[in-house]
C-alpha cells in the first residue's frame, strides 16, 4: 500500500468515525428535542396525546380563569384554533390574555394540553419567534414595537 492509498484510507475512516459520532448524537437527542406547534399544527398534524411538544400563540380573551391554589385554566390561540391548556405553577409576571406565550408540555386524551412550563413575553416589544412567524403568514401581524435588525446587517 502505497503513502497515498495509506493517507486516503485514514482520512475515510476519519470521516467514518465522525460521521457515526454526529449520527449518535442526533439519535440520542430525537426524544428529548421538543419542536414548536401553533394550535392549528397540533390539530392538522394530529400530535398524539403524550408526546412532549411547545404550543405557542396567544392567550385567548376572557380564557383565563384560576383555580384553587396555584392551578390555571387558560387556552391558547392562532386565531385559527384554540386549544384549552392547564397548568400547575407560578405564571410569569406578564402573563395576561392577547399576549405571546409558549407552553411545554403534553396532550392528554380528551384534546387540553397539560402544561410543564409557561413561558410569556418578557417586555412589550417581545414576541417568541415562532409565533410572530406564523402570525405573519395567517396576515394578523399586528407589530406596534420598534424594528430590530440583526447584528452584521447593515
Known sequence: MTRKQRRASLVGLAVAVLGLAVFLVVY???DTIVFFHTPK???????PPGKRIRLGGLVAEGSLKRGTGLSVEFAITDTAKTIPVSYTGILPDLFREG??????GKLDASGRFQADYVLAK????YMP?????SLK????WQHTGKETKDRGQK
Not at 399544527?41 to 400530535?47: C, D, R, S, T
Not at 399576549?99 to 411545554?104: D, H, L, Y
Not at 419567534?129 to 412567524?133: M, Y
Not at 403568514?137 to 394578523?140: K, V
Request: overall charge negative.
Open 28 to 30: 440520542a437527542l430525537r
Open 41 to 47: 399544527e397540533v390539530v392538522e398534524k394530529q400530535v
Open 99 to 104: 399576549q405571546g406565550v409558549v407552553a411545554e
Open 122 to 125: 418578557h417586555d412589550e416589544n
Open 129 to 133: 419567534p415562532e409565533v410572530a412567524k
Open 137 to 140: 403568514e395567517q396576515g394578523l
